[in-house]
Every structure is written in C-alpha cells, then in structure tokens.
C-alpha cells in the first residue's frame, strides 16, 4: 500500500477499556474533518476476517464518550493468528478499499498488527488501551485512570467491614503479571501494602510485611495484591497465612471484571480524545507501526517493537512512600 489515504478502518481488540469509546470517536470525527473515510470493524480482527464492517459518520459516534466498553465490540481471534487468517483479513481491507489501520488495544493487539504490517505492507496506528497501564513509552493507557478510581472505591467500602470486623483483608486486583493497578490503588486507599509481581522475584513479599509488624498500630489491614502466578495472587497469599500465621483473621476479595467496566474519567476521556487526534495526524505524516503514547503530558510516537517488547518498570519509589505512611 502507498500514501495518499483515503479510507481508514477502526477496530478495538483484547480486553475491553473505559475510555476506548471517546477514542473511537475521536478518531472516527478526526479522520473525517481531514476527509478520510472511516470503516467501523466490528469484533476486532475477527471482523477484519468476517467483513463484519460499517462505515461510520460523525452521528454514528455521537453520545458515546461518556460510555464504557467499546460499541465495536471486541473479541480473540485464533484464526488473525495465522497466516493464511491475516491473508483474509488483508483481502477484506482491499474490498473495502481501506487503506490503513486504527488499532485500540494492548500488547496482544499491537503483536498482531506489527505482524500484520509487515507482511502487508499495511500503515498501522495503535493507541494504548488496557486497564493494566503495562505498554512501555506511555505513561498511562486509556482506561488505567478509571479502573484506579473503581478500586479505590471499592476498597473505601471493604474498609468499613475490615475495620469493623478487625480482620486482614486481602485484595485482587487485576494487572495481568504488572503492579501498575495493585501499587497505586494501594496507595491512593490508604492499604498498609501492596504485593507486586516486579518485587516477588527479589524479596518474599508476605514474609516482609508480616516481619515489618504491619499491624503494631492498627485493629485492621488492607493488602492490594496484583494477580499473578508469580504473587500467587489473594487466595495463594491467605492461604499461606492460615498455614504460615493462624493468628490472623483473614479474608479475600477479588474485585475482578468490575474494574474493567464504568463511564470514564475525565482524564481517560481526555487522553482518548487527544491520542484519536494524534492518530490520524501521524496517519497524515506518513507514520506507521507506531503507538501513540503520552508523556509528562504530552503526545509521543513509540514504535511497536519497543511498546511491545521492553518492560514497562513499576515506580518502586512509591513502595516507600506506602511503608512510610502505613505505619
């Protein structure tokens, strides 16, 4: 494919991310001010594969920012996985006349579309929407901030009954293996600790907090712990301390797919709408495989190698601002 772009297509894949609906918008209306067709992709790269498609208007995204989820819809494709899978979906883009990608998504999206990209030869725009914050060259991704606020809301009201009750509550949170989530809902709740996936392999976290005496001064405990395989995650760590220290009334919550879900902030809404803007304008720049990130407040291109590949590091600073004012 050359330049010179006519018709872009739009689709949201992986899991689904407040925010994702003020990109979509975003991208549909700033497209179409720069005369660019858009075609909506219904259901990720499967749509791609099954023409599940509809070009969209400015009306087609109207009243839909304040909105959770994505009204494309998304889903896992095995198939776009394949080569021969990616072979339809490339033929799909050729009837429909679309000429370049808008991809909303993760790691996993972004995987597929570097591939996809460069076996067609097809210019591709990502932007970072995912709950986990956990793209590298982006200091948030579309839906973090809200999933923080659902946490912290939620853990406001646990509090009450931990309190109450004096018992030790453990907290789920998701995070898929990064302690973005699990860390900074800690610390924006007042939890006594959060038990991270990037500190595991160094130290014995459970361990640690028990020897800090993290419970000298007070009648109640809440511990965020991020869902790993490598934590153990809330059910794997309570059941240490029923082994480990019967001494303690323990209790878990695993919040799940309430985090995913919700109207946006207003700062998802705003990142959205600028990264949508971005998209196009990098579109019109002859830009491609990259994603656009934002840091210390402002737009940046990152290539997909480098947001999929290199790790994101967690802030361990904020680790000891959350021992400090846990005492």
């Known amino acids: 494919m050359t330049y010179g772009i006519k018709c872009i297509g739009l689709l949201t894949s992986g899991g689904d991310a407040p925010g994702m609906n003020a990109a979509i918008r975003s991208v549909t209306r700033s497209a179409i001010f720069n005369n660019i067709r858009v075609k909506a992709i219904y259901r990720g790269y499967k749509g791609l594969i099954t023409g599940e498609i509809k070009e969209f208007q400015t009306q087609n995204v109207s009243n839909i920012i ?5 009204i494309l819809k998304t889903a896992r494709c095995e198939e776009f996985k394949t080569i021969e899978g990616r072979k339809i979906a490339y033929q799909t883009m050729v009837k429909e006349e679309i000429d370049a990608l808008v991809v909303i998504g993760g790691d996993g999206t972004f995987t597929g579309a570097r ?19 956990d793209l590298y060259g982006t200091d948030s991704t579309i839906g973090f901030d809200t999933a923080l606020n659902t ?12 309190t109450s009750h004096e018992r ?14 699990a860390l900074n809902s800690a610390l924006a709740s007042g939890a006594e600790a959060a038990i991270i996936p990037e500190r595991e392999t160094k130290v014995d976290q459970l361990e640690e907090l028990i020897k800090n005496g993290f419970r000298k001064s007070k009648n109640s405990s809440i511990v965020i712990v991020a869902e790993s395989e490598i934590t153990g995650g809330a059910n794997g760590l309570a059941a240490r301390m029923h082994k480990e220290h019967p001494e303690y009334d323990v209790r878990v919550t695993i919040l799940g797919h309430i985090q995913r879900g919700g109207s946006p902030s207003a700062y ?19 830009q491609r495989s990259i994603m656009i990130g934002i840091v210390n407040n402002e737009i940046v291109h990152v290539p997909f190698t480098k947001a999929i590949k290199d790790d994101k590091p967690v802030n361990e600073n904020l680790l000891g601002v959350l021992q400090i004012l846990s005492i």
Do not use: Y
């Open 115 to 133: 591939i996809f990209a460069q076996e067609f030869n097809v210019p591709i725009i990502g932007l970072p929407g995912t709950i986990d914050n």
């Open 66 to 70: 304040q909105q959770g989820g994505t």
């Open 151 to 162: 946490i912290i809301h939620a853990v406001d009201k646990i509090r009450d009954t931990a």
């Open 268 to 286: 998802d809404r705003i990142i959205a709408s600028r990264m949508g803007v971005a998209a196009i304008d990098a579109l019109l720049d002859e």
């Open 168 to 181: 030790l509550f453990f907290i789920e949170v998701m995070g898929r293996d990064a302690g973005f989530l």
